[in-house]
């Protein structure tokens, strides 16, 4: 598709899909085939194979495969092919010899004419392949998997090989729903990306005098954990509307509450952000931690920043991730900032400690990745203000050093 859409055209042969049922099965990835194929830019060949009509007697080779692919690829003047799959041109045949022979023609032949093709097949059961032979034929070996751990469900893809090319050799977290294919390197990006001495505020006075009176570094990391009810959604929320009010767009990925749900809460401490939801300025992602795989749930943050571009990206809480393992969400987490970092987009994430737990503990340990680090507590019964907030940590920047109270109230939250 990707071809056709940027001038190059395709022909792609199916031999267990007939084109109806293509174009059927593409429309759910967000892809208009039939669109494509009335204007020539693919061509689908449909090769019907029986095995029950087969009988193989003498020499077997791909001969009137090769007449109706080359007239194929003539009428649409196409230098990109399919063949979905390779196994099903030698079902039922016996001779091993005959078909590694005429699959390393097949492979010769497109080479010749520089065609650049993409061949899908089974995987063996100690081999790549099913016959043994592709994967050291072609320039360019994919391998696909799709497994289940605790009853979630990860699709990945790896590069066993690619001649000529340098490329990652881990496996690479992949999704599909209707927007089509995204693919997310797992590798943590290099430690390369710019450190910006602008200051973005808080979205709170008080707060911003805490740093100095100008706020955070824009493009840094930053961590607000606290137990239940200390207000770390409340003041990541303010964030979001400063970013907001300056016109620059903020994505947060809620992971507790429904949109409508979030908005009504945050109207009751005097913030309304269905205004900004409006003017598109803020988006609201929200999906249960346990729906989707760790990567998966990676893959569609990466996407959502890509297909946003914001300034300003809140995830709130960090600690619902706390289901896989320590490296795996460890490594999750450090590949999110790293990309965030590398956008220079500024990310807040808000962390529950459970009740009773020591308040400079996380569970997920991503502390030492995170620039700034706020710590905030409940007041013990009958002290004044209801909840206190401290720095234990700004990279770079003067800060204070004092534990600041301060209120909720339905007119805002106020220092006390």
């Not at 004044?384 to 204070?400: E, W």
Request: some cysteine.
């Amino acid at each position: 598709m990707w071809g056709a859409e940027h001038g190059e055209p395709g022909v792609f042969v199916a031999f267990e899909e007939t084109k109806e049922d293509l174009i059927k099965n593409v429309r759910s990835l967000g892809y208009d085939l039939e669109s494509f194929i009335k204007r020539r830019k693919i061509a689908i060949e449909y090769v019907r194979l029986e095995r029950a009509e087969i009988e193989e007697t003498g020499e077997y080779d791909l001969e009137a495969l090769f007449i109706r692919l080359n007239d194929a690829l003539k009428v649409t003047g196409a230098k990109r092919l399919v063949i979905d799959s390779v196994e099903t041109l030698f079902a039922g045949l016996q001779n091993s010899g005959v078909l590694r022979s005429e699959l390393r023609r097949l492979l010769v032949w497109l080479k010749e004419r520089g065609i650049t093709a993409i061949i899908t097949g089974e995987k063996g059961v100690q081999t790549l392949t099913r016959q043994g032979l592709e994967e050291y034929v072609s320039d360019c070996v994919i391998t696909l998997d799709h497994r289940v751990s605790d009853q979630v469900s990860t699709r990945r893809l790896r590069i066993v090989k690619y001649r000529g090319s340098a490329h990652g050799t881990n496996e690479y977290p992949f999704l599909i729903d209707e927007d089509g294919i995204v693919v997310l390197p797992i590798t943590s990006l290099q430690l390369v990306h710019n450190a910006s001495m602008e200051r973005v505020s808080t979205g709170l006075p008080w707060l911003d005098q805490m740093f100095g009176g100008k706020g955070w570094f824009r493009g840094s990391s930053i961590l607000m954990s606290g137990s239940a009810g200390t207000a770390k959604t409340t003041l990541a929320s303010y964030f979001l509307d400063a970013t907001c009010r300056r016109g620059e767009r903020a994505l947060m990925f809620q992971f507790e509450e429904s949109p409508a749900q979030y908005l009504r809460n945050m109207r009751s401490t005097g913030l309304n952000l269905e205004p900004w939801v409006r003017k598109g300025l803020l988006t609201l992602h929200a999906a249960r931690p346990t729906l989707y795989g760790l990567e998966f749930h990676l893959a569609t943050m990466h996407r959502e920043v890509l297909k946003r571009n914001p300034s300003v990206v809140v995830v709130d809480p960090l600690s619902s991730f706390t289901g896989g393992t320590f490296d795996e969400v460890n490594g999750m987490l450090m590949r999110l900032i790293d990309f965030l970092k590398g956008r220079n987009v500024t990310s807040l994430f808000t962390h529950l400690i459970p009740g009773g737990g020591p308040v400079d503990k996380t569970d997920v340990g991503v502390s030492s990745l995170m620039d700034t680090w706020i710590i905030l507590r409940n007041s013990p019964p009958g002290h004044n203000g209801g909840r206190h907030l401290s720095i234990l940590k700004s990279r770079g920047m003067p800060h204070s050093s004092e534990t600041r109270a301060f209120e909720l109230t339905n007119r805002g939250t106020v220092a006390v």
